[in-house]
């Protein structure tokens, strides 16, 4: 069974920088897609960033330039820097398994999120 944990949300100000990881456990094959997603209160769910075990990433125009998606494959570990933090990036975020490898691509499987809330 596919189980996703995300870690490393918390509350910065606007400016500063967080780290989320995303670790998985359970066989989802040797070529996979994992990404993240972010929803605000009120608003729909985003999709932010997708890497590709093969080492591609893509990311939204929202957060590029600000955030890196990286994945390591040996630990089947995801993760999400952030900078340069605005009070908009302020929402959940969950890491997905996904079908369609971009950002807001079908997911098969979600983690349960972490919170990251940004000041002004």
């Known amino acids: 069974q596919v189980q996703l944990a995300e870690s490393g949300g918390g509350s910065v100000q606007a400016g500063g920088s967080l780290r989320l990881s995303c670790a998985a456990s359970g066989y989802f094959g040797n070529r996979y897609c994992m990404g993240w997603f972010r929803q605000a209160p009120g608003k729909e769910r985003e999709g932010v960033a997708a890497?590709?075990?093969?080492?591609?990433?893509t990311y939204a125009d929202s957060v590029k330039g600000r955030f890196t998606i990286s994945l390591d494959n040996a630990k089947y570990t995801l993760y999400l820097e952030m900078s340069s933090l605005k009070p908009e990036d302020t929402a959940m975020y969950y890491c997905?398994?996904?079908?369609?490898?971009?950002?807001?691509?079908?997911?098969?499987?979600w983690g349960q999120g972490t919170q990251v809330t940004v000041s002004s």
């Open positions: 997905a398994i996904l079908r369609d490898c971009r950002p807001g691509g079908a997911a098969s499987y």
């Open positions: 890497a590709d075990s093969d080492g591609s990433t």
